[in-house]
């Protein structure tokens, strides 16, 4: 059960893929400090001195949330909280969780530091039971967030102020933090692999543990029912087992099924752990130049999320307006999410493995370029990887975004490409069951898995002549609607891989107050709009452009909500609608209509 109050922020349980049934929120009012100067160290902040100010956590200082709403940069802040564990834990480990923070930290417990993260998208956490008293207890955690271009940071801007489709920035904890009760030998990780058409799945499971005699019982659940349960004798910290599901429901799109799973632990018929999960029991295929999701050709009608909040920027206010985004997705009619340039919050994952909607996942880049920035990236990488293995939304990886972190791809840099192929590699060896994106949008290499074309060309007509000699039966056309932006780089070229859109449209509905002689300045590469009845007219004649290019396997529609000042969404950045979510769906219905495919790739 979860200890905590409804006035706790972000109250529910933040790791829905793997759960226990106790934990402490740690969420709330917190002290909190700039450093400015960076004395914080040399003083010794930690030792258990009274910061000067409050911050609501899990919520960036630079939103209103949070309770400061400064927008300048502070490149070293602290957090401290005085917390009681709830009585009968002792004698057990204590894990403290972080959901993520951004994005060096150091974490003392009562003076004793305890552990450090370096990665501002990615969980972490320490076992503290050897630095917790009895009663009273000081938790202090320092966090380095510099306005560092070789820093992984998506989105936010380096300057910190927004400008062009930068945004402001999220400094240190922007997720839940808890505590939680463990016993020293545990269930430490689950590794979910589904096989659709064996109606089965593959479960690892990793002990916190010494290689000796151990026992794991898994059930499967549908509801309260158990439809199925493996019990394994393993001698080593790690168990492999296959886990077939009689009949099994599948997971899509139109009926996301989710299996819940039990897992324990035991020894001599004891049980030490028990953890909860889910599953969702789907295939994914890319094959004549589509997607295939349990063995059925599925155009890709998608969105791109960037997961921003007005009044609390990169972390969500609250479940219930993740689950919001989630379901207007779907009531515009997309069955897909590019969650753009950032990691996102489980909780997201979790209600699109729920309600249904797939999921391009994509790390958030840096805009400098090093041999540090590729090592910071693949590590930071890796961890969103094992993290998000186990979701059933998601259907492809995205390591890198149009090429940013690495401008010499254009020229060719032979570094930088051989970092794109080895991010590839290393992604494939992690997650091998799913497509990888080596460079969504321009400059890919040999090896990527799919096409990841944007175009912002605002008409049917435009990109039917831009495609023209595509749709003759010739080649896709060697540069990207950007100019100078070629689509393969250093003698990479396609084939036969499905080609996706992935950025389209952008239109902007204009405010009225924006001065004309403003318009061109700011939004020159977007068609723009004033009304809904134009917007929609647009819509529907880019749709009916898209539609009529055969070689095209989906697109992305840029995008679903404002941000700051980049005002190209459906709805609004407060999430009011600008155009009907139906009228849009329905042009979906009508011009994308589920069928089969007979067209052939086109070949370079």
Request: hydrophobic share 35%; net charge negative.
């Amino acid at each position: 059960m979860a200890v905590d109050t409804p006035a706790i922020p972000r109250p529910e349980y933040p790791r829905p893929q793997f759960e226990r049934r106790e934990w402490y929120n740690l969420n709330g009012v917190w002290e909190f400090a700039y450093d400015d100067r960076d004395r914080g160290l040399r003083e010794r902040w930690y030792d258990g001195r009274k910061l000067d100010r409050t911050i609501l956590v899990p919520f960036p200082y630079q939103c209103e949330l949070s309770g400061i709403n400064d927008k300048t940069i502070h490149e070293v802040v602290w957090y401290a909280l005085d917390f009681d564990p709830p009585f009968g834990w002792r004698g057990r480990d204590l894990l403290l969780h972080f959901g993520a923070v951004d994005y060096k930290s150091t974490v003392w417990v009562n003076g004793h530091e305890v552990g450090h993260n370096r990665g501002g998208h990615v969980p972490f956490s320490f076992e503290i039971s050897p630095y917790v008293n009895e009663g009273r207890n000081r938790l202090v955690v320092r966090v380095e967030d510099r306005q560092d271009p070789e820093q992984p940071r998506g989105k936010q801007s380096i300057t910190g102020q927004p400008r062009e489709i930068d945004y402001y920035c999220t400094t240190g904890i922007w997720q839940t933090v808890w505590l939680e009760p463990a016993p020293p030998v545990r269930i430490e990780e689950l590794r979910i692999t589904p096989y659709a058409a064996e109606e089965s799945f593959e479960l690892e499971i990793f002990l916190h543990a010494p290689a000796i005699g151990w026992t794991l019982e898994v059930d499967v659940l549908d509801g309260s029912e158990v439809v199925a349960t493996v019990s394994r004798e393993t001698t080593s910290a790690t168990a492999r087992m296959m886990i077939r599901v009689p009949n099994a429901k599948l997971w899509s799109t139109e009926q996301p099924f989710l299996y819940d799973l039990r897992v324990r632990l035991l020894t001599r018929g004891t049980v030490l752990d028990e953890v909860r999960s889910y599953v969702g029991i789907r295939s994914i295929e890319l094959r004549n130049g589509r997607y295939y999701l349990n063995g059925r050709e599925t155009y890709l009608l998608m969105v791109l999320d960037q997961g921003y909040w007005p009044q609390s920027y990169m972390s969500a206010p609250s479940d219930e307006a993740i689950c919001a985004d989630v379901e207007m997705t779907k009531a515009y009619g997309y069955n897909g999410a590019r969650k753009h340039q950032k990691v996102e919050d489980p909780r997201y994952l979790y209600w699109c493995d729920k309600l249904g909607l797939m999921v391009w996942e994509e790390m958030a880049n840096s805009r400098g370029w090093s041999l540090v920035a590729e090592e910071r990236l693949m590590a930071e990488w890796e961890r969103a990887v094992i993290r998000d293995y186990n979701h059933p939304c998601i259907i492809t990886w995205v390591p890198v975004n149009e090429s940013w972190g690495f401008p010499g791809l254009g020229s060719s840099h032979p570094g930088q490409y051989a970092f794109l192929e080895r991010i590839v590699s290393r992604t494939r060896r992690l997650a091998p069951h799913r497509p990888i994106i080596d460079n969504d949008g321009w400059e890919h290499t040999d090896i990527t898995d799919v096409c990841a074309i944007h175009d912002y060309t605002p008409t049917a007509d435009g990109l039917r002549e831009r495609y023209r000699e595509t749709l003759l039966g010739g080649p896709l056309p060697s540069n990207v609607w950007l100019p100078g932006k070629p689509l393969y780089m250093r003698g990479s070229r396609y084939r036969g891989q499905p080609v996706v859109l992935t950025e389209v449209g952008g239109f902007l509905m204009i405010p009225h107050d924006i001065p004309p002689e403003e318009r061109d300045i700011l939004y020159q590469n977007y068609g723009t709009c004033e009304t809904e009845a134009e917007m929609l007219d647009r819509y529907r004649d880019l749709m009916d452009g898209i539609s009529s290019l055969p070689f095209v396997a989906g697109f992305c529609y840029t995008q679903l909500t404002d941000i700051e000042q980049e005002i190209n969404g459906l709805l609004t950045y407060d999430r009011k609608a600008k155009v009907p979510p139906e009228e849009i769906a329905k042009i979906h219905r009508e011009l994308f209509p589920p069928k089969g495919w007979t067209g052939t790739a086109a070949l370079i």
